[in-house]
């Protein structure tokens, strides 16, 4: 016997969705918990991923199963396919496992030809809407299974509509849809080649192979590439008996959502659209209602859905996302999904089910990602400058608030140039009259998105909000001309090029920039409730990189619990010591390097004080001098084109003695850099070598660490300084670098008769020191892993010429997943790191381990830190949250088994 290729909806359910997809699974749960749906069935993933197996043709029995399938719906509703008297109309829908919106096909009414029609319309009494039904269906058979450009339709519409004055779609009466079919027709016979199908049974057989094929389809598989979704899971196919939203003033079609998706807010939220079918909203083609309105237009409806929502939140246990049709007066349910939401919704859903009882803090902790906490503290407009902008009259119009966040960019009319300027890192606000699914290149590289037809569900809402992109849609106030590359809105002109403003919280657009602010996290109430509850569950410590006091603080703020990295070098950067460092660097002796080292001291010692002061209780590793010394000179070829310029001068000016001395002085300085000049810096004399050979440096800064230390804690303040040695290879290194530390910092504490417990560690950036571990051990304390060197010298490549040049590439072409530099290659540098850490714990079990590199303050790379055992995760000040949560999700996931439930 045939495998089983196809489920009516009461044998799925929601365990199913791999096999039957979201689409056919939510169809069939709400089938079998009694809801009104159509009577219908779906076509397997497994069957669409045989099509492609078998040279694209239908698996063995799959087509018979169909036909039996389609006896069982005609028995269901009475309705027979092809049936002239009383025909049965379906709808043939694309569901892959997780929602893609708009990313596949969707055919309408199918099952309409000449005969099928005239009995539609007999049965219902109603000829316009048989008509409508059936342009509907050419247009869409028409684009979507025979890819007829889908402009043709449109423009052969508008210029019947405008034959007719007509203003809106439903104006159109008979004889006007009538001239659309036979222009449709016309159209369709042009570009195909042949006439329109009119057996039902040969148009569901080449809609179901369309849906099969869209699932390799451009837009698909971009959108599959950008969220890492794989290109096997295959869509399944459902085919739904028709209900009508275009019968008339009773009938309509919607979508509704069971909480605001935007901010979470729990109300009944969403769209309605009277008189139309369902593609109307989800294209923007018209501006919808609110739902609201339909509570006074059909309240019987409207309680109805506000019952079937709380019951399917209930059941879900999840926001959800629904799409409903109304026919006469009768609501049927056609979707449900997980719905998607911006970052603030996400975070306030979680929290409220939370106290609801309706899930557990740990599923609260697993709902949310990372990137939502980060987008979450994006910036948004000054309000200030938003109210001065409207003051000069910048303010132009207001649309939909569709997806919140602001955004400053140039306006640019087409996704290619707003995907060609993005690339090249310009800030650009892609305008669309509405957005379809071609456009996502573009929306992907725009800052933000702004429509003039749509409403809140439309694509551009759903696939901003997605993105975390600010977007106002529907603002019908602007006039896109595309040919001129303008829009007009209220006797002012944007030409493409032009800066606007648009802030997707508010709905509103401006012209000209608008200065932004970055959030508060302490005014994230539900985000720190939720950050909370990951730091119970988290085992990995959450450190910030930090190398002033105002970044510490801010680190603070956002829950670092230490500084796993102060950098020193920027004390030596800073203009007013640069000459003094510049001093030391170039003393011919010994005493006069001293010199410069004394009068640097007091300078760092404030330096660390401030750091210390604001860390206080906490640990603060702060990492010896790193950077070859040459990098605090001016550069060589600088210096070569100075000095040529001085001796030109020269020439003419032989006796400007100034010029003489200047140029004296300059070829001194030459020579200096000259003999100090690398082939290869990164692997030159710098960190611990410059420690091992010119002692004094280090040991100045020992010391202004250890008096900053002894100094507070003599103030009563409890600091705990931890002394991290760089690009150690050697364990020899570290033991000539420890007795400079331990006697430096004996004397200090002798000297200000205080002790301050201090750590020694050192960073591990360079495999040999990760595979001599043991050895490492016996000295440090601490490890701190930097994997941006770390991975650049276990891959043996250059970060900057990479990155540049192949690596990007190598990505693209699937020769290494990830970018190692933003995720941590775990089977190279990982690796190396696990056998690193397993070696010195077996030396020193209580060596604290924790990584400084940007990975960090990567989920994945914080996955695999808790993975492999880190004490704590160290990244830049505002990763800390992202962090926070994304430890607590390893925690869940690898301790209790738990799983990710991201709706995005
Ligand atoms: N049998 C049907 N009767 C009436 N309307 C339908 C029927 N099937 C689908 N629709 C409507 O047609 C529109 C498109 O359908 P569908 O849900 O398949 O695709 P989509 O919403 O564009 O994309 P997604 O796959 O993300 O849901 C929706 O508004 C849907 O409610
Ligand atoms: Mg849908």
């Not at 040969?202 to 869209?214: K, M, T």
């Not at 933000?448 to 551009?460: C, E, F, K, N, Y």
């Amino acid at each position: 016997m045939a495998k089983k290729w196809v489920y009516m909806f009461s044998e799925g359910g929601e365990s199913m969705r791999d096999l039957l997809g979201g689409k056919g699974a939510g169809l069939a749960e709400m089938t079998r918990a009694g809801l009104p749906v159509p009577p219908g069935f779906t076509i397997t993933t497994e069957a669409c991923n045989e099509y492609f197996k078998n040279g694209r043709k239908f698996p063995e029995g799959m087509w018979e199963q169909t036909l039996e399938a389609l006896r069982e719906v005609e028995k269901m509703t009475g309705k027979k396919f092809g049936d002239p008297s009383n025909p049965l109309l379906v709808s043939v829908r694309s569901g892959a496992k997780v929602s893609m919106p708009g990313m596949m096909d969707t055919v309408l009414n199918l099952g309409l030809n000449e005969e099928t029609l005239k009995g539609l319309a007999k049965l219902t009494q109603n000829e316009r809407f048989a008509y409508d039904a059936y342009r509907r269906f050419i247009q869409m058979f028409g684009r979507i299974v025979m890819k007829v450009p889908g402009e043709k339709f449109d423009e052969a519409f508008e210029k019947i509509k405008q034959k007719y004055g007509a203003q809106k779609d439903t104006d159109l009466g008979v004889e006007a849809l009538k001239e659309v079919v036979a222009e449709f027709k016309r159209i369709y016979k042009e570009h195909v080649g042949e006439d329109f199908p009119s057996d039902p049974y040969e148009q569901l057989r080449r809609a179901i192979g369309a849906v099969f094929e869209s699932w390799f389809g451009k837009r698909a598989v971009d959108y599959r590439n950008y969220y890492g979704i794989p290109h096997d899971w295959g869509t399944a196919v459902n085919i739904v008996t028709m209900v009508f939203g275009n019968m008339g003033d009773d009938s309509g079609t919607g979508v509704t959502f069971t909480r605001d998706p935007a901010t979470g807010e729990k109300i009944l939220w969403g769209e309605y659209l009277p008189n139309a079918q369902g593609e109307d909203v989800v294209a923007g083609i018209r501006t919808p209602y609110k739902i609201e309105e339909l509570k006074e237009k059909m309240p019987e409806v409207y309680e109805q859905l506000v019952k079937v929502s709380e019951l399917l939140e209930r059941h879900y246990k999840d926001m959800q996302d629904m799409e409903f049709t109304v026919e006469r007066g009768k609501l049927w349910m056609l979707q449900t999904r997980a719905g998607k939401r911006t970052a603030k919704a996400a975070v306030k859903i979680a929290v409220d089910m939370v106290k609801e009882g309706i899930i557990s803090k740990e599923e609260a902790i697993m709902r949310v990602t990372p990137e939502q906490v980060d987008q979450l503290l994006h910036p948004r407009f000054d309000e200030k400058a938003k109210e001065q902008a409207k003051a000069e009259g910048r303010y132009l119009a207001k649309g939909l608030n569709a997806s919140p966040g602001a955004a400053t960019g140039i306006a640019v009319f087409d996704a290619d140039t707003a995907e060609e300027l993005g690339k090249k890192g310009e800030s650009v606000i892609l305008v669309r009259p509405e957005t379809s699914p071609d456009d996502v290149h573009g929306m992907l590289v725009a800052k933000g998105i702004l429509t003039q037809h749509g409403g809140a569900t439309s694509h551009a809402a759903v696939v901003a909000r997605g993105l975390g992109k600010p977007c106002v849609a529907g603002c019908e106030a602007i006039r896109i001309d595309l040919t001129r590359r303008l829009f007009t809105v209220n006797g002012k002109v944007v030409k493409e090029g032009d800066i606007i403003s648009i802030d997707g919280s508010t709905g509103e657009v401006f012209v000209g920039p608008i200065t932004t602010i970055e959030p508060k996290l302490e005014e994230e109430e539900e985000l720190l409730a939720l950050l909370s509850w990951a730091d119970e569950v988290r085992r990995l410590g959450v450190w910030a990189n930090a190398d002033y006091p105002k970044d510490a603080r801010q680190a603070r703020n956002f829950g670092a619990e230490g500084i796993g990295l102060c950098r020193t070098e920027h004390m030596f950067f800073e203009p007013d010591r640069l000459p003094i460092v510049h001093q030391m660097i170039l003393a011919e002796t010994l005493e006069e390097r001293q010199a410069a080292l004394d009068k640097l001291l007091p300078i760092q010692k404030e330096d660390f004080k401030g750091i210390f002061r604001v860390m206080e209780g906490l640990p603060v590793i702060i990492r010896l001098i790193d950077p070859p010394l040459h990098e605090f000179l001016p550069k060589y070829e600088d210096l070569v084109a100075e000095v040529t310029e001085l001796r030109v001068r020269l020439e003419y000016e032989k006796d400007n003695a100034e010029l003489k001395a200047r140029l004296a002085e300059k070829e001194a300085l030459l020579r200096k850099v000259a003999a100090m000049r690398e082939a290869n810096p990164m692997l030159g004399f710098r960190g611990v070598r410059l420690g091992v050979l010119w002692p004094e440096i280090n040991r100045m800064q020992v010391r202004a660490i250890m008096e900053a230390a002894c100094e507070l804690s003599k103030e009563g303040l409890r600091v705990y300084p931890e002394i991290m040695i760089p690009v150690t290879a050697n364990a020899n290194e570290l033991k000539i670098l420890k007795e400079l530390v331990d006697e430096t910092a004996r004397k200090v504490m002798e000297e200000q008769g205080v002790t301050v417990k201090y750590k020694f560690g050192t960073m591990i950036e360079i495999p040999r020191a990760a595979l001599t571990a043991g050895e490492f051990a016996r000295y440090a304390e601490f490890f701190s892993f930097g994997t941006n060197d770390l991975t650049q010298t276990v891959y043996g490549i250059s970060r900057d010429d990479a990155e540049g040049k192949f690596l990007l590439a190598y990505v693209e072409k699937g020769v290494i997943p990830a970018n190692p530099f933003q995720t941590l290659d775990r089977e190279g540098v990982g690796r190396i790191m696990k056998m690193c850490v397993e070696e010195a714990r077996q030396v020193r079990p209580d060596i604290e381990i924790g990584i400084c590199g940007e990975h960090g303050g990567d989920p994945a790379s914080i996955e695999f830190c808790h993975i492999i055992g880190l004490n704590y995760v160290s990244c830049s000040p505002f990763r800390v949250p992202i962090a926070r949560l994304a430890a607590a999700q390893a925690a869940l996931q690898h301790e209790y088994g738990l799983k990710k439930k991201v709706i995005v």
